[in-house]
C-alpha cells in the first residue's frame, strides 16, 4: 500500500460525520510589568478613583525592589523549584530503555531530563476518554515526576510531548525507589477503523511494585523494557502523531525512556 492510498483510507472513514475538537492548549507566560497610578495630585483634581496601568518596562516606574522580586522569582523557576519548571536536555544517560510495540505513526519529540541527581519517583498520564462515534485517540502524554533520593517535598516534572487532548491523572508514585522498567499498551493497525496506538503504560518501581497508568483498554501489552541497574529512569522521549485535522487522530505512538546512574560517595 503506498503512502497516498493509506492516507486516503484513514480519511475516507471520516466522511460521513465531523469531528468535534478542542483548539491547540496553549501555556501562557506571564507579563512582568509595573503597576503605577496618575499623580496624586492630578486624581485629586479629576475626582477619578486611582486606575491601575500596566507599562512594561517602564523606567521611570521601576523601583529596585521590585525588580529583585521579579528576578528572584526568575530564579527559582530556572532552577525547576516550581512543579512543571525543569527541562534538563542535555544531562548525560546511561542506557536507552525502548519497547518493540510502538506504533509507526509520527516523529521522535524532544528529550527532556529531570535535573542533575533527580530520577522518576511516579508518574501521571494525559488521555482522552472513549468518543463514542467520534475520533479517539487514548492515551495522549506521559508526564514523569521527578524527585531527589525518593524525596516528594521538592519534585519538578517533565513530559516531551504533553499531547492534545485529554485530561492529567492524578500522579502515581513508587511506594519507595524510582521508575526502572515500562510496558506499553499499543493498539494494532485498524485498517479502515479508528486507531488508537498507545493506550497505557505501566511502570516497575527498583522496589519492585509495578504501577499502571489509568489509559484505556484498546490494544495489548507489549514485552518490557530493559532494566535501569544502578540508577532509575531521569528522561523521557515521546513519538507524537500531530493533528490530522478530519483524518484519523492517533497522538501518541511510542515513548523511550532514559537511565541514568547515582552518583558514586
Known amino acids: 500500500m503506498t503512502l497516498s492510498t493509506l492516507y486516503h483510507s484513514r480519511i475516507g472513514k471520516y466522511n460521513a460525520r465531523l469531528f468535534r475538537r478542542s ?30 496601568m500596566i507599562q512594561v518596562f517602564d523606567q521611570s516606574a521601576v523601583d529596585m525592589e521590585s525588580l529583585l522580586r521579579a528576578v528572584a522569582v526568575l530564579a527559582v523557576m530556572s532552577l525547576g523549584l516550581f512543579q512543571q519548571g525543569a527541562v534538563v536536555a542535555d544531562r ?6 525502548t ?58 516534572t517533565v513530559e ?15 511506594p519507595s ?21 498507545a493506550n497505557n503504560i505501566r511502570f516497575r518501581c527498583s522496589s519492585n511494585p509495578v504501577l499502571e497508568g489509568k489509559g484505556l483498554n484498546w490494544g495489548d501489552y507489549g514485552g518490557w523494557s530493559q532494566n535501569c541497574v544502578n540508577g532509575g529512569i531521569c528522561g523521557i522521549e515521546t513519538k507524537m502523531e500531530e493533528r490530522q485535522g478530519r483524518g484519523d487522530d492517533t497522538t501518541l505512538n511510542d515513548v523511550r525512556f532514559r537511565c541514568c546512574d547515582r552518583a558514586q560517595p
Request: net charge negative; hydrophobic share 25%; glycine share 12%.
Open 177 to 197: 525507589g524510582v521508575l526502572t522498567s515500562f510496558q506499553l499498551r499499543v493498539e494494532a493497525h485498524q485498517g479502515n477503523g479508528d486507531d488508537t496506538a
Open 160 to 174: 516531551s510531548h504533553p499531547g492534545f487532548w485529554g485530561d492529567w491523572s492524578l500522579p502515581q508514585y513508587c
Open 99 to 156: 519497547v518493540t510495540n510502538g506504533q509507526q505513526w509520527g516523529t521522535w519529540s524532544w528529550p527532556e531530563m529531570c535535573p542533575d541527581q533527580y530520577f522518576a519517583i511516579g508518574f501521571s498520564t494525559r488521555v482522552e476518554p472513549s468518543q463514542g462515534d467520534g475520533d479517539d485517540t487514548a492515551m495522549n502524554g506521559i508526564r514523569l515526576i521527578c524527585g531527589k533520593d525518593g524525596d516528594r517535598r521538592l519534585t519538578s
Open 23 to 52: 483548539t491547540l492548549d496553549r501555556t501562557v507566560l506571564p507579563v512582568v510589568g509595573v503597576h503605577h497610578t496618575e499623580p496624586e495630585s492630578e486624581q485629586e483634581q479629576s475626582g477619578k478613583k486611582p486606575r491601575p
Open 92 to 97: 548525560p544517560y546511561t542506557s536507552l530503555l
